[in-house]
C-alpha cells in the first residue's frame, strides 16, 4: 500500500536541508508579551494555515514549488529563562548562517528580532534592518525591563545606529519613543528607506499587527487603523529592489483568533515575502 501522510511543515518547504537555499525556523519566543501572550503558538499555527493556501503566486508569477526551502521546525527555548532563550535563537542563527542559508524566521514575540540582527551584523557589513509594524517598540525600557517586545527596536538601534533602522507604518508609540526615534533618525518614509539600503544588506521584520485588527485580530497588541493585506503586499513591492537577506513575521497569538484569519493572513504574507526575497532569482 503506498501511504501518505500530511506535512507539519510550512508550504512546500520540504526540500533536503542540505540542499536548500532558504531555512524557515521557528522561533516560539513568548517571555515578555505584555498584553496578549500566545506567541509561542504561531509558528505551527502559520504552517497549519499555509496549507490552505495555493505554492503559487498570481502576483509574483511565481510558485513555491520551484524553490529550495527547508523548514527545520520550532527552536526549543527556556521559556522561563528571557537571556537564556535569546542566546538559544542567536546560537540557531549561528548555524543556519555558517551553513549560508537564508533565514526565514517564524515568531514568536518581536524580540526574536534581536538575537537574529546581532548574529546578522557578524556576517553582513553595513547592515540596514526594515521594520514594518504598528509600534515603534522603541522604548528604553518597558515595565523596568531592557529587554521586552516593546524596547527590540531601540536595542536594534543601539547596536546599528538610528540611521541604519527604517522605521515604516509606525502608528502608535509613547511621546518619548516618537522624540527618541525621530532622533535618532529611525523613522522613515518608502522612498527614503529605498535610498538609506541601496546596495545594502537589508533584514526585513514585519509585525503582524501592521494589518488592520479587523483583518488580523490575534496578535498580540491590536491596533486599530492599520493596513489592508493588499496595502501591506503594495508596501513590500516598493522594497523588492532591497537586497534582502533574511526576514521574520512576529506578534501572531492564535489563541485571540479562533477563526484562523489572522494565522491565514500571516502564511500568505509569509509565501510572497519568500517568494519576492527568495535569494536565488533564476526562477524568475
Known amino acids: 500500500m503506498d501511504l501518505q501522510f500530511t506535512s507539519r511543515t510550512f508550504l512546500a518547504a520540504d526540500f533536503p536541508y542540505d540542499e536548500s537555499l532558504a531555512v524557515i525556523i521557528g522561533c516560539p519566543l513568548d517571555i515578555s508579551s505584555s498584553f496578549r501572550p500566545g506567541t509561542r503558538f504561531a509558528p505551527q499555527a502559520i504552517r497549519d494555515a499555509s496549507w490552505g493556501l495555493e505554492t503559487y503566486s498570481p502576483r509574483l508569477d511565481r510558485d ?79 515595565l523596568g525591563e531592557p529587554l ?23 502608528r502608535s508609540g509613547t511621546r518619548e519613543e516618537m522624540r527618541s526615534a525621530r532622533a535618532m533618525g529611525s523613522l522613515s518614509e518608502v522612498g527614503e528607506t529605498l535610498r538609506r539600503a541601496a546596495g545594502r544588506p537589508v533584514y526585513l521584520t514585519v509585525d503582524l499587527d ?51 484569519q489572522s494565522a491565514m493572513a500571516a502564511a500568505k504574507l509569509i509565501r510572497e515575502l519568500i517568494l519576492q526575497f527568495y535569494p536565488d532569482k533564476s526562477h524568475q
Open 210 to 260: 501592521l494589518l488592520d485588527p479587523g483583518i488580523a485580530p490575534g496578535v498580540g497588541t491590536p491596533e486599530p487603523g492599520g493596513l489592508t493585506f493588499d496595502e501591506v503586499i503594495s508596501l513590500i513591492s516598493q522594497l523588492s529592489p532591497l537586497h534582502v537577506v533574511g526576514f521574520d513575521v512576529v506578534e501572531l497569538s492564535p489563541p485571540y483568533d479562533p477563526t484562523q
Open 64 to 142: 513555491l514549488e520551484d524553490l529550495k526551502i527547508c523548514d527545520v521546525g520550532d527552536i526549543s527555548l527556556p521559556q522561563g529563562n528571557l537571556e537564556g532563550a535569546l542566546e538559544v535563537i542567536q546560537g540557531s542563527m549561528t548555524a543556519i548562517m555558517g551553513d549560508q542559508k537564508f533565514p526565514i524566521l517564524l515568531g514568536g514575540e518581536h524580540l526574536i528580532s534581536l538575537p537574529i540582527v546581532k548574529e546578522l551584523t557578524r556576517h553582513h557589513h553595513n547592515l540596514v534592518v526594515i521594520q514594518l509594524d504598528a509600534h515603534a517598540d522603541f522604548r528604553q525600557e518597558y
Open 148 to 170: 521586552s517586545h516593546a524596547t527590540v527596536m531601540r536595542r536594534i538601534a543601539d547596536i546599528l545606529g538610528g540611521e541604519n533602522v527604517c522605521q515604516l507604518g509606525i
